[in-house]
T-cell receptor
Framework: GAGVSQTPSNKVTEKGKYVELRCDPI?????LYWYRQSLGQGPEFLIY????????DSGLPNDRFFAVRPEGSVSTLKIQRTERGDSAVYLC?????????????FGPGTRLTVL | KNQVEQSPQSLIILEGKNCTLQCNYTVSPFSNLRWYKQDTGRGPVSLTIMTFSENTKSNGRYTATLDADTKQSSLHITASQLSDSASYICVVTLVGATNKLIFGTGTLLAVQP
């Protein structure tokens, strides 16, 4: 497919567990973004990658959250010791490059539910 | 604090009618403003993008306006269709290389037959 894909589409886990959320950006897009969207709210920025490096991780709420993009393509958002407050839709977006006016193309999101 | 506020929170209109959604922002320094459409259970899709020097931008039945002096934007939808039912989110970009987006909370639009 030509769009951004995310897996799984839904994830239910228990409090305290570890989860990984995957994002496959559009081929050739160098910039990748993770956002978190709570019910009834707009997405909130978490972290941005330019290539393999995290250029801005100022949105990560605490050290339980970590993201990687080892080969500059697929990215994984990792959440340790999940808490009920982590329940949200996690959105990934990619764009051809960072800065400027490039459109960010969003995936469908992963709905995370922490019981 | 960088904020993006939208009104109304929700809106119900009849099919075929026009409507206008509002966005006020305090984001500074400001790079560009975007309107996204988000269907339930889907990721946001870009409708329009305007730089601070642009006053209006159209995309089919969608027309966005921007007043950078008053820091206000509007999205006008003409001849609404049932498929326009969605959340419409105003998004402002901070100046800088990260292209960080500041999202509003959205206006939930319901178009009824």
């Amino acid at each position: 497919g030509a769009g951004v894909s995310q897996t799984p589409s839904n994830k239910v886990t228990e409090k305290g567990k570890y989860v990984e959320l995957r994002c496959d950006p559009i081929s050739g897009h160098t910039a990748l973004y993770w956002y978190r969207q709570s019910l009834g709210q707009g997405p909130e920025f978490l972290i941005y990658f330019q290539g393999t490096g995290a250029a801005d991780d100022s949105g990560l709420p605490n050290d339980r959250f970590f993201a990687v993009r080892p080969e500059g393509s697929v990215s994984t958002l990792k959440i340790q010791r999940t808490e009920r407050g982590d329940s949200a839709v996690y959105l990934c977006a990619s764009s051809p490059s960072a800065g400027g006016i490039d459109t960010q193309y969003f995936g469908p999101g992963t709905r995370l539910t922490v019981l | 604090k960088n904020q993006v506020e939208q009104s109304p929170q929700s809106l119900i209109i009849l099919e075929g009618k026009n409507c206008t959604l509002q966005c006020n922002y305090t984001v500074s320094p400001f790079s560009n403003l975007r309107w996204y459409k988000q269907d339930t259970g889907r990721g946001p899709v870009s409708l329009t993008i305007m730089t601070f020097s642009e006053n209006t931008k159209s995309n089919g039945r969608y027309t966005a306006t921007l007043d950078a002096d008053t820091k206000q934007s509007s999205l006008h939808i003409t001849a609404s269709q049932l498929s326009d039912s969605a959340s419409y989110i105003c998004v402002v970009t901070l100046v800088g290389a990260t292209n960080k987006l500041i999202f509003g909370t959205g206006t939930l639009l319901a178009v009824q037959p």
